[in-house]
Every structure is written in structure tokens, then in C-alpha cells.
């Protein structure tokens, strides 16, 4: 834990979007005395990141939709010093120095700090790739590079767009990209799309998919990118077929951003992400932090985990926020709870999979059921499939997974619940669960699968 | 417990809607050699009572919707000896013998049973005022009365409807009316409509309910209906006004139907409905109950409660048939989840309101926030109200109420399964839900009201 922090003492934050700006809000709302820095490398601060493939997809019309409280609001409203192109580059936990280079004007400048949250984030992965490097090849994380991809596509003539990588990024973007009428070729090294969902529940996305003209080519590993007309990227190369395309994003998972904390002698943790106990302190007590960069306890294994998600690093920053300036909040944990749209599809996971669980060496089993989303007859009630994956020695419920139409994903949420909960599968079937025909059948599709889930261990 | 059901035993279950037929259903597929045989008094089973008020309103078009299995369905594919037009009429526990009325041919027969389930429901109050048994004037909880109501309109030429008491049903009505173009004004003896939530929380209802045109008289008893011309309904009198109507719906709640249970000397319970236990086995062991007809344990007070719910009845009504069999299976208990939709709202609630914590003498606070249902800016993005009440001294959850636009109301399911594993604000505020812009914001309104509860808690 950091010391109490002093009267007017600092607070330096490294990173200004979800966990950053979370822990500076939260670190003003309780001390109106401590000075509090924020370094951001970008231009931009607090903004939606998840919202991003729906400004390219222009479903959100406007650039400030997505950035609410811009940089100025912090420093007028909540005297946040706030510093742009701002790039934390050396930090010493023992002396409380952190060194910036100031990415505009040039030049770096060292901060003196009581205490430090890194919220530094993650960084999307780029292949070193023949060819990755050209115009019109994107990746996606940050905001200024999905205003690079919307220009791209405003400005150009773009018919065809490949996107490699089938994840939660990669589909949205189909989705968005099919939404500005384009040919969309996905590309994807593994024998499925989703890796974070079973194999079976994968399927139900990828005939969505195919149903919605997508082009899905798995099991196809990228080889480069040539360029075309123009010099920007024309080609993409995979499996020896050389295909026509216009642009491509690069959506091959994201790694966390740690050369600060790793070069200050900071521990990370087993995932290779930054370690924090549960006041998401580092191994250094003037050093905390939040979302993206580092790991948090999961709920299910109780070991560390690496899953980024936007609903973690804002738990996380405002715990490091309130902890940074003489606070003891703890953080509960993870269950990696998450859901994308895709098409007409809802898509949510919490808690383990099958696979997850056999990999985790936990003797699992699940249930699969297929229910609707609303009363039988009830105008726009839509198919939604639930697996429920649990221990078969405990009936513990180990994770969830929910696809289907309108209305579908938030019941994972249920799940998520009952696993911070430890509950067995039939404590969940006991559950009352809100019925009227237009929002759900009388069985609720969790409790139907729980019921299942039950029938099953008793077996 | 009654005894273990013998080889080629006769189960005899009263009522074959949700609790009965779910019994008689569960009974056969563990006991394919017992005898079942279901006493209906009227002429349909099974059906989907909630959904009744889309039917009149056309939205579910017609009638095999709502009846997805019927009396010939369950005799010839579940073996189920299903008698229809016959009422239970006497009881003897101790001999086991059932008396039921053939209301269609006349005449009593007796039947022998080793095993018996009451799932006999609830029928709705109909007060015995002047003119309350004019034509034109109708209850509604059996699809006889619904069809009788949608005759009404299909056949005659009505165009103001009165509906009394703004419970669920009334205001489910009251869009199911103003949909077929009816002008529609809702008496209320309450100075508010849905007693089931906070005042506080009623009033965004009511809201509504004048922005899509009803008229609503709060405050007003009725006094008497008076004949117009044709003889059916033509005014109601209510707080010494005198309004024209050509149809009335008294809809002022339902008790449960307990005249066989009491005359048998089945103890009644301390709401009036017939006690069981966690099996649902009544003061007599051969005699089970289920559904609208009986009590069951609230999971917040751990008293008997009686809540009348489609969802609790089909739940009971599987716990009574396999048990009625001899097994031993336990009901959870009850949290009085429900929602239902009025006119553009999801109004939904579970656990206790303040001012039902208050009544059981619990230190009782809350907390309201205003979110929304997805991100910010993205399409059909909707308010949402959230009302939390906690116990000020352990912070435990004793309840809380949602209402707001499409995809509001199910986010009960989340506090319904915190109230089932006893969850405090704190650890609720602490649960990993998922996020996508197209279907939450960062922060789902529950985690922000459970924030606020937190904080409050700690001030």
C-alpha cells in the first residue's frame, strides 16, 4: 500500500483513457487537495473505446459521441492536469521520479510523485508481416486509429476489405464494414471463430456470419501484404492465394503495454502482465495499477488472469484511484464477463469454458439448450442457445455462454452473478427469474439450462 | 411426504394450468406405470395465462399460440387422463378419495387416489357491487374470460373502456385496449398505480401511461355499474361521477382458490393460501399443492409469502408432480420476481420495496439512479431507473425495482439471483457484468446503483 497520501501531496497517472481517467476522478472526488497529473501519450482521454467500430460503421454519427469529457473538461471541472502527447518513459519507484518525453514539442520533463497509477493499457498486435506496414493495412485499439480507418474509408474508393483475425474487434468490424457495403473477407488461423467461446457455441456465430455474405476463411495463415495501384495495400497473401483487397485491419489480439513498469523493476505477473494484489498495488508500494496492463484475480480459478475488457479497467482504476491517495478499497475479481453484437447476434461469455476448465485440470461437464428469447408467438422473439459449463464432482457452476437474438446477451449476466456467488447449478435453477411475454418464456433459457445441468449430474 | 408412490398407483392432480399440468407432466416422465389423472374444471389446459392480454390486442394473433398443448396433446403423448369441464368438489385426505362434478354432462363421480396435487390457482376478486354482473362487465385470469373480452370487442362496437385497479394486469390491459384504438381510463382506489413498487418508482409508470393517452383517475372507489342502452354496461360510477363506458375490466387482484384444500381440513396458511412445506406437501401427507393456490417461503424475510406468479407455478407445480411420485425434490423459495411491459416501459421488481422492508421492521434504505440501457449515442438507447433497498446495519440487498425502455427489465435477474445468494450491496457492486455498446453502457445501471448504495452505506 501506498503511504497515506500527504496534504497536497502528488498523484501521477500514466495513461488517460478507461483506467487512467477512472483513477483521477476517483482520486479528486475524495482529495480536493492532492495535485493529480495525468500523462497520456495520444490526443485523446476518457473516451468509448468499444463504441469505436460503431463510429466507422457511422450506427454512432459523431466523433464527439465517443469522447464525452475531452481533456479541458478534466482540467476545468475536476483540476485533473491533464498533458497530451505526454509519454511516460522512465519511472524510478524508489526515488518517485517519472520521466516524459514530450511527444509534440520534444523534450522530456520529470515528475516528482507520492504515488503512481499505470493505466497504460494494451497495444493491438502487428505481425511482423511483409507488407504490414503499408497504407491502408490498420490495426484498432485506440481512437485516433479508428478516425485513421473512417477517413480511410471516406476518403477512398474501398470495396473489398480483409480483416484477419476472427475475435470480438474482428467480427463488430465485419459487421461495420458489411454496414458501409463492403466485401468482407475474414481470415483466421484457428479452425474457428471466438476462441473465448466453446467450439460449438463458435458455430452459431459462423453461420451468422456466412448468412450476412461475410467471406470466412479459417485455418488460413497470413503470409504478407502486397501492395496494389497506388501503393497502398492491394493484396493480401494466405495459404499461397494471393486475394484482391482495398484495406485491411490487423485484429490479432492485443498485448499488454509493460516497458515502464517492467524497466522500473516492477514485477509482472505469470500472464506477463503487470501484478497487482487486490488494492491493485504493484510490487512497488508508490505504484499502483488498473485495467488493461495488468492482471486481476479470477473469480473461478482464483489465479491470475489476463483479460482486458473496458468494464475491468474502469472497476479497477477507480479502486487504484481511491487506494493511490490513502484508500484500502479492494477489487473482487474477474469473471472475464463479456458480450458483442455481431449481425443480429448477441454474443456473451463469463467464467470458463470447456476447454478453459480441462485446461485448468477441473473435471467439467456442460449442458447445451436451445430457448427463445421472448414468449412463444410474441413479435420478435428470436432463438438464443445457453451452455452452462460446471465441475461434476461439486455441480459448481464454473461459466456460461449465450448466443442469440435481441435480448439475449445480457442474461449472462445472471451467470456472472451466480459465479461470484459460487453457486451450484442447482442453486441457479432455484432462481425466481422475471417472466411477461415480451421480454422472456416462463422458464427463463438459463433456468432451462440449469435445469439440464442438474438432470445431468444426477444422472 | 407421501409415502413412495406404488407400482401402477393412481396420482389424481386438481387444475390443469401452469402448477397443474407442469405436476402431471413431471409425474409421468419419472413414473411411466402411475396412473395420472387431471381434474379441469374448465375447457383448456395448459395455456399461456400472461400472454392472454396480447392476444386481445391482436399482438399474438391467435388462439393456438396461446395453447401449445392441449387436453388431446397430454392424453395421447403423455398418457395423462385429463377430464375437462370437471371441478373438484370434496376432498377426504384420510380415505383418499376425490369428488369432482361433471359440469358438462352432470352427475359426481369419485375417484381413489394414493397421491394428490392441488393446483387449483387463484381466481380474480370481483366486488360485489351494483351492476358488477352486467354484460359488458368482465374479470380476467382464465383464457375463457380473455376470449369472452376479445368477443366483446371483435363483435361489438366499443370505443371507451373503463379498466378498475392499475395493477399488472390492469395496465397490461390498459395498452392491450388502447392498441385496438379504445379509449381508456383506469380507476384506481390507490393514489398510485403498481403497488408492488415504491411510490416513487410508480410514478414513472404513470408517466407513461398519460403520455400514451389513458386516463387515470387515482384515489377514485367505484361504486356501481349502471346498463346503457342494449342492456351491457353503459356508465361507470366512481366518486359520485357517473362516466360513460361500453366495457369495464375489474381487475382489483386475485385470491387464491382454497375451498377444497379448507374443507378437507388442509391448513390454510398465515397469507390465506394453503401452507406446504418445501416439498409442497400440504398439513396432510398424501396432499401436495402448487402454484397461485398456495403459499411459499419469501427468500429475503424466510416467511411465508404468497405471490402469485406463473413462473412459481410452474416451478412448484414440477417440485409437487415429482414428489407426488416419491421423490424429494425442495423449492428454493420465492423472491416475487416479475415485469411486465406498459405501453414503451419495462416495469420489473424483486425482493421487498422500502416500504414493505419497513413493514417487516427492517432498518431499511435505498438509493435511485438514472442510467441508460446501452452507450451513449448508440440507436434506441433508453432511460433506465433503478431503485435498490438495503438493510442500513449489514448492507445486505432486500430488494429492488427496474424500470425503463426495451432491455431494462430483465436486468432484475441480476438482483434476483444477489437476494437468492444473500448478496450485500457491496458484492453486488463488485459482480463482472458484460458490455457492448449495442447492449449496455460501461457501468450497467445496476453496478451504478449498487455504487451509490455502497457509498451511502459508508458515509
Known sequence: MPPAMREGGRLVVVGGVAAGMSA???????RPDVEIVVLEKGHDVSYASCSIPYFIAEVIPDRDTLVRYDAEFFRRERKIDVRLGAEAVALDPRAKT???????????ESLEFDALVIGSGARPVKPPLPGVDLPGVFVLKRLSEGEAIKSFLDERKVERATIVGAGYVGLEMAEALRARGLEVTVVELLPRVLPNFDADMSEIVERELLDEGVILRKERRVESFEPGEGGSVGYTVAADQ???????????????????????GI???PTGAIGVDARQVTSEPAVLAAGDCCEAMHVVTRKPAWIPLGT?????????????????????????????????????????????AEGEGRAADSVRIKARTKSHGYPGVGDVVVKLVFETDTGNLLGGQVIGREGAGKRVDTLATALFARMTVADLA???MAYAPPVSPVWDPVLIAANQAVKKLNR
Open 312 to 356: 475491468t479497467a474502469n472497476k479497477q482504476g477507480k479502486i487504484a484511484g481511491e487506494n493511490a491517495v490513502g484508500g484500502s478499497a479492494q477489487f473482487g475479481g474477474i469473471a472475464g464477463t463479456s458480450v458483442a453484437k455481431i449481425f443480429g447476434l448477441e454474443a456473451a461469455q463469463t467464467g470458463l469454458t470447456v476447454e478453459a
Open 98 to 108: 517519472v520521466t516524459y518525453e514530450d511527444l509534440d514539442r520534444g523534450g522530456q
Open 242 to 264: 494471393r486475394v484482391a483487397t482495398d484495406m485491411v485491419l490487423v485484429s490479432v489480439g492485443v498485448r499488454p503495454v509493460t516497458e515502464l513498469a517492467a524497466g522500473a
Open 24 to 30: 483521477a476522478s476517483r482520486a479528486r472526488r475524495l
Open 430 to 432: 432455484q432462481i425466481d
Open 267 to 269: 514485477a509482472l505477473g
